[in-house]
Every structure is written in structure tokens, then in C-alpha cells.
């Protein structure tokens, strides 16, 4: 039975103190202490939008737990921290990265992502910018400055994707140079290609009247992994064909440190994504 009510808004909202004390530690605290919330049988909450928090209810109420959308983690997440229900808060984080990884860029737009770094800021979910400032790095200088602006994101995270921007377009300049150097040596695109490729320990392969390169190995070693990643990189930006397995060993590698590795860093969001699938799921 109900022993305390709620006032959100226009909203009464009959609820138990056991089990809003065993989900946050501010309700906990809110009704032990020898303040008024102790013992009164009705506490407004001001401030608070009705539906946003009957959601944030219904996460942890028996009997009435609902799914967290891409939807409702942006409305719960603020919740979730200030009464401090930190399962819910990284259940939301986890459902916003979900909606990033899973959306194409071409329907996502800069704003919506400077939302979720906002977001991110705000409540300190390092992984969310982490992915934000990756997936922003992307967009053209004139979106990415206008949505910036307009969500009022943090100097050091401006700088941040600013830097990492510079830093793919260094490599695709160098590779591009690279590639145009190779190619007044070669005279053909695939005899350039070849050259690039052999030199990180590349190999190809014909395949439905194309040519794929994978990796192979040098001295009886495998290729460095460093060395996959920027053949990788090089594919992408070239539009050539290549073998999507990551190969390492894993008594000299692994994947955390591959994900910390610079030559990671800087590959373009969808590769960076096909490999965490691959490396993650594999």
C-alpha cells in the first residue's frame, strides 16, 4: 500500500517510501532524516515535468517497468543523477549509444549529437562524449560551428573535435599525397595501390573480378596491428576492397589496447564501428 504521494506538476502520484528508498539513495536519505519529508503524507516536487518522471518511476516500481528508449533516456538520464540511481543513469548513457551507433550520418544530424554531448557534459557520462566528439570530428566545419553554439558545448570538447577533425584530414592528405606519388611511378591505380599495400604487409587476392587485400604475415610474424589499422584507414579513403578481419594475437594484443592506440583513434567513425563489432562480438 501507498504510504506517501507525490505531487509532480498537476500530478498525484501514490507511491511506497521502501521502494523509492532501496532505488536512490536520495529518497533513502530524504525519508530517514528528521526532516519534514519524514513524516508527511503528500511531497511536491517542483519543477519537475509529470510524464518525464512517472517514466523514471516506472524504471525500477515493481510490476511496472517499462524499456528505456532513445526517447525517454534523454528525459530520464537527468533524473536518474539527481537522485542518483546509477544503473539507470549508464542504462540510459548505454541506450543513447546504442541510437548513435546504430544511425546512419546522413540521418542524424550535427545538432542532434551536440544535444547528446550536452547531455553527456552536464551529467558526466564520459562515454557519451567520448563517441560524440568522434561521430562530430565528421561533419563539416560550417554544421558542426552552428550546432555548437547552439547547445553551448564546453571549450575543451570544441577543441577536441577541432583537433581530431585537423588530424584525420592530416592523414587523408598524406595518404592522398602518398597515393598521387605511387601513381606517377605506376601509371595505373591498382599498380600504386599494390605498392602502398605491400609496405604494411598486405597481400591481395581476385574476387568477383575485383581485388581484395587482406592481411598476411612478414618473417612468419603477423602484421602489426598498427599497421592493419592504417591499411584499413587507406582502403577506406581509396574505395578498395578489404578483408574486415582484424587478426592479432591476443597474448601480445588486446582489445582494450587496440582501442587505446592512436592508429584507432583516428580511423573514420564507420570503420572504428565495424571493428568494435567485429572485435567485440567476435
Same mark, same amino acid.
Given at each position: 500500500?501507498?504510504?506517501?504521494?507525490?505531487?509532480?506538476?498537476?500530478?498525484?502520484?501514490?507511491?511506497?517510501?521502501?521502494?523509492?528508498?532501496?532505488?536512490?539513495?536520495?529518497?533513502? &536519505?530524504?525519508? @530517514?532524516? !528528521?526532516?519534514?519529508?519524514? *513524516?508527511?503524507?503528500? =511531497?511536491?516536487?517542483?519543477? +519537475?515535468? /509529470?510524464?518525464?518522471?512517472?517514466?523514471?518511476?516506472?524504471?525500477?516500481?515493481?510490476?511496472?517497468?517499462?524499456?528505456?528508449?532513445?526517447?525517454?533516456?534523454?528525459?530520464?538520464?537527468?533524473?536518474?543523477?539527481?537522485?542518483?540511481?546509477?544503473?539507470?543513469?549508464?542504462?540510459?548513457?548505454?541506450?543513447?549509444?546504442? &541510437?548513435?551507433? @546504430?544511425? !546512419?550520418?546522413?540521418?542524424? *544530424?550535427?545538432?542532434? =549529437?551536440?544535444?547528446?554531448? +550536452?547531455? /553527456?557534459?552536464?551529467?558526466?557520462?564520459?562515454?557519451?562524449?567520448?563517441?560524440?566528439?568522434?561521430?562530430?570530428?565528421?561533419?563539416?566545419?560550417?554544421?558542426?560551428?552552428?550546432?555548437?553554439?547552439?547547445?553551448?558545448?564546453?571549450?575543451?570538447?570544441?577543441?577536441?573535435?577541432?583537433?581530431?577533425?585537423?588530424?584525420?584530414?592530416?592523414?587523408?592528405?598524406?595518404?592522398?599525397?602518398?597515393?598521387?606519388?605511387?601513381?606517377?611511378?605506376?601509371?595505373?591505380?591498382?599498380?600504386?595501390?599494390?605498392?602502398?599495400?605491400?609496405?604494411?604487409?598486405?597481400?591481395?587476392?581476385?574476387?568477383?573480378?575485383?581485388?581484395?587485400?587482406?592481411?598476411?604475415?612478414?618473417?612468419?610474424?603477423?602484421?602489426?596491428?598498427?599497421?592493419?589499422?592504417?591499411?584499413?584507414?587507406?582502403?577506406?579513403?581509396?574505395?578498395?576492397?578489404?578483408?574486415?578481419?582484424?587478426?592479432?594475437?591476443?597474448?601480445?594484443?588486446?582489445?582494450?589496447?587496440?582501442?587505446?592506440?592512436?592508429?584507432?583513434?583516428?580511423?573514420?567513425?564507420?570503420?572504428?564501428?565495424?571493428?568494435?563489432?567485429?572485435?567485440?562480438?567476435?
Amino acid at each position: 500500500m501507498a504510504d506517501v504521494t507525490l505531487i509532480v506538476g498537476d500530478i498525484r502520484i501514490p507511491v511506497v517510501k521502501a521502494v523509492l528508498s532501496m532505488a536512490s539513495p536520495v529518497f533513502q &536519505e530524504m525519508f @530517514k532524516n !528528521e526532516v519534514k519529508e519524514k *513524516t508527511a503524507t503528500e =511531497i511536491p516536487l517542483p519543477g +519537475k515535468d /509529470a510524464d518525464s518522471f512517472i517514466t523514471f518511476l516506472r524504471c525500477f516500481y515493481p510490476n511496472q517497468k517499462e524499456p528505456i528508449t532513445a526517447k525517454s533516456a534523454l528525459s530520464t538520464l537527468p533524473l536518474a543523477c539527481e537522485y542518483q540511481v546509477s544503473w539507470l543513469a549508464d542504462v540510459c548513457e548505454n541506450r543513447i549509444l546504442e &541510437e548513435i551507433r @546504430k544511425s !546512419e550520418k546522413s540521418t542524424t *544530424t550535427c545538432k542532434k =549529437i551536440c544535444e547528446y554531448l +550536452k547531455y /553527456a557534459e552536464i551529467f558526466n557520462r564520459s562515454r557519451l562524449v567520448n563517441l560524440s566528439v568522434d561521430v562530430l570530428s565528421e561533419y563539416s566545419l560550417n554544421e558542426r560551428d552552428e550546432a555548437l553554439i547552439m547547445h553551448n558545448i564546453s571549450e575543451n570538447n570544441k577543441w577536441n573535435i577541432t583537433r581530431l577533425a585537423c588530424r584525420k584530414l592530416e592523414l587523408f592528405q598524406t595518404d592522398t599525397k602518398q597515393l598521387m606519388a605511387k601513381l606517377s611511378q605506376e601509371k595505373t591505380f591498382n599498380k600504386a595501390i599494390a605498392n602502398i599495400f605491400s609496405a604494411y604487409g598486405c597481400r591481395s587476392s581476385s574476387y568477383d573480378n575485383s581485388i581484395t587485400w587482406e592481411h598476411t604475415y612478414i618473417n612468419n610474424e603477423l602484421t602489426p596491428v598498427r599497421w592493419q589499422l592504417d591499411a584499413k584507414r587507406m582502403a577506406h579513403e581509396f574505395g578498395v576492397r578489404f578483408d574486415t578481419t582484424l587478426i592479432f594475437d591476443k597474448r601480445k594484443c588486446t582489445i582494450p589496447e587496440i582501442f587505446n592506440c592512436e592508429e584507432y583513434k583516428v580511423l573514420p567513425y564507420a570503420i572504428k564501428m565495424q571493428l568494435e563489432r567485429e572485435l567485440l562480438n567476435g
